[in-house]
């Protein structure tokens, strides 16, 4: 079974630059494990900044949503982003909440069953302003239920808040 720190905090609050330290301390050859898909140029440039960020011991995998076939075992992973891997899986499940959240969680609960160390990082939406349409409402809603079920699969919790690291579990 994986050993789980869970990363999560506000939009460029610091958690993957967070993440990326704890992976650096515990590994000389971490994983990042990237669940970014590239909608548009805007977010072509943050992924390359995200790239540049990480030097030559870094190993990279990307991969958009089937987590659960990648096999890391033995290794410390810095996954970034849950979001982002909710947001392809909520796409691709036609904005379905319920349908969403369940292959989620499956992906999820098979995925840490390998024994790993992992660093999820998760962005904490519920702290931002009310959403201005449904689909985000509900995507708001998906990623606080996503957040819950990481939290209480993890061994570690912290909540990033303006580049300052706070442990809640």
């Not at 506000?10 to 301390?25: V, W």
């Not at 990237?34 to 995998?61: C, E, G, L």
């Not at 949503?65 to 982003?81: A, F, P, R, W």
């Amino acid at each position: 079974m994986a050993d789980i720190i869970f990363v999560t905090g506000g939009t460029r609050s610091g958690k993957s630059s967070f993440a990326k330290k704890l992976a650096e301390q515990n590994s000389d050859n971490p994983v990042y494990l990237a669940t970014a898909r590239i909608w548009d140029d805007d977010f072509k440039d943050r992924v390359k900044h995200h790239q540049n960020d990480r030097d030559d011991n870094w190993h990279t995998i990307e991969e958009e949503k089937s987590i659960d076939k990648i096999n890391i075992e033995g290794k410390t992973v810095v996954l970034d982003c849950i979001t982002l891997w909710l947001t392809n899986i909520f796409h691709d499940n036609e904005y379905n909440l319920d349908k969403s959240l369940a292959e989620a969680k499956k992906i999820w609960d098979i995925f840490i069953r390998q024994d790993f160390e992992l660093i999820a990082v998760s962005n904490e939406l519920g702290l931002s302003i009310h959403p201005e349409n449904k689909n985000a409402r509900k995507f708001t809603d998906l990623q606080g239920f996503m957040n819950q079920h990481i939290a209480s699969c993890s061994t570690h919790t912290y909540l990033i808040v303006s580049g300052i690291p706070i442990k809640i579990k």
